[in-house]
């Protein structure tokens, strides 16, 4: 049976259509993960701007991330339930609207300028952000056979970190574009002054704000005319009863888990290789120079996704995961004890391994959810919140012990989905076979 919805094509609920079939509405979707890359990564421009701009420490500068990954735990079950209201298609529209909302208000924050209206900014930014996200992975997910998922949300997030690869030049150019004072240099104003500086200081971030507003409006206005087909065998409707329960199945669970570390270890070390590469020890640049470099980080994620794509429809997705996640340790750990350019370009590559990560964890994490596709997404873009405490709790330490000693967090991250690829990842099917 086939269930359909105005401005949608039903899709058999077998999900035995012919993957060539879903070529148009895969394309249309990837989009949508170019622009929250792109949106996302930017914030790894804003924390050293802001700093400078508003005389923050690490910690309070990392309200920034904590903000826009917050925001992820807010609205991510309230996401879930909008899919099984509206549906897939309405739902990334509603997305991409509320994401244009959230632009257009860093007008307003930039004039004042007000971090809290930065921040509040962010919130509703991250919160459109968070229903694209709720929709758009698991729809890939199905779109098509499922033992190559993790192949097929592979690609369309290399396309996601396209939009990340690309963002630190375009912030470099439009936000870093002027020579920032220092933090002594600030102090010393008096209060006029200092204002001005800041106005003036804030008043980078506008155009390029309003222009991504205007691009997310004119996506939602083409998403909302295109006829995207509907997988009805992996949606409920609002007040249908399902014959299952998400906590039954650990591999979610354990998922949930995985989700939370890999987003905070990833977010932590972007949102600190521009101050962290100015240090004189490690590379000694200005934050211009540090962002154009930190292109390089993301650019890594985006090879490795199109490499990961056609991998992954070799070996196994577990063990792809496992040997990433041990590179990705290895390399943090090794910028740790060393310095200079060998200590900025093992961090760099880190990005590299993240890349096949979260789609792999993500895929990992829904399987065997049947109709709960739509729920047990919502759980695990819920668990992007890790973006928000994580780079948090590394800007307290290095506040305390420096910026370069402070990425032992990250490998612990590292340690727990090695954990995750090996075992926790294992569906109920599997597990009961092994009992």
Not at 69 to 81: D, H, R, V
Not at 136 to 159: C, D, I
Not at 341 to 359: D, E, Q, T
Request: one cysteine or more; charged letters at 10%; glycine letters at 10%.
């Amino acid at each position: 049976m086939a269930i359909s919805t105005p401005g949608s094509t039903p899709v058999a609920t077998s999900g035995t259509s012919a993957p060539g079939s879903y070529g148009g509405a895969l394309a249309v979707v990837t989009t949508l993960f170019f622009m929250w890359g792109f949106l996302t990564c930017l914030n790894d421009i804003l924390v050293p701007h802001l700093k400078s701009i508003f005389d923050l420490n690490y910690a309070q500068v990392m309200l920034v991330q904590f903000a826009f990954f917050g925001a992820y735990f807010i609205f991510s079950i309230p996401s879930a339930k909008v899919i099984d209201r509206i549906g897939y298609q309405k739902s990334m529209v509603a997305g991409l609207l509320t994401m244009g909302l959230g632009a257009f208000l860093f007008v307003p924050a930039a004039s004042v300028p007000s971090f809290p209206l930065f921040l509040f900014a962010l919130i509703v930014l991250a919160a459109g952000i968070t229903c694209l996200q709720v929709a758009a992975n698991p729809y890939v997910t199905v779109l098509g056979k499922p033992e190559t998922a993790s192949s097929r949300l592979n690609l369309t997030q290399a396309f996601n970190s396209l939009g990340t690869f690309l963002a630190p030049f375009f912030g470099s150019l439009l936000i870093l574009s002027g020579a920032a004072k220092t933090q002594a240099e600030i102090r010393a104003l008096p209060a006029a002054a200092l204002q001005a500086y800041r106005v003036h200081e804030a008043a980078t971030v506008k155009v390029p704000y309003v222009g991504l507003g205007i691009a997310l409006v004119v996506l939602a206005i083409a998403i909302g005319s295109f006829k995207l087909p509907q997988i009805a065998h992996v949606q409920h409707r609002a007040g249908e009863k399902v014959n299952d329960s998400m906590w039954k199945h650990p591999n979610l669970i354990f998922g949930a888990i995985a989700i939370f570390v890999y987003v905070g270890a990833e977010v932590s070390i972007g949102s600190f290789l521009v101050n962290y590469f100015s240090q004189p020890e490690i590379g000694g640049l200005t934050e211009k120079a540090a962002a154009n470099l930190v292109a390089f980080y993301w650019g890594g994620a985006m090879v490795g996704r199109f490499i990961g794509s056609g991998l992954l429809q070799k070996v196994k997705t577990g063990g792809l995961l496992g040997v990433c996640a041990v590179c990705a340790a290895a390399l943090v750990t090794i910028s740790m004890l060393s310095s200079g350019h060998f200590a900025m370009w093992s961090i760099l590559l880190v990005g590299l391994f993240n890349s096949i990560m979260f789609p792999s964890i993500f895929t990992l994490g829904v399987a065997e959810l049947g109709p709960l596709t739509g729920d047990g997404s919502g759980v695990l873009i819920m668990a992007i919140v890790g973006g928000a405490i994580i780079p948090v709790g590394q800007g307290a330490i290095a506040d305390q012990i420096g910026i370069h000693h402070a990425f032992f967090m990250p490998v612990i991250c590292y340690l727990y989905i090695l954990f995750f690829a090996l075992s926790g990842s294992k569906p109920n099917s599997e597990r009961y076979t092994r009992a």
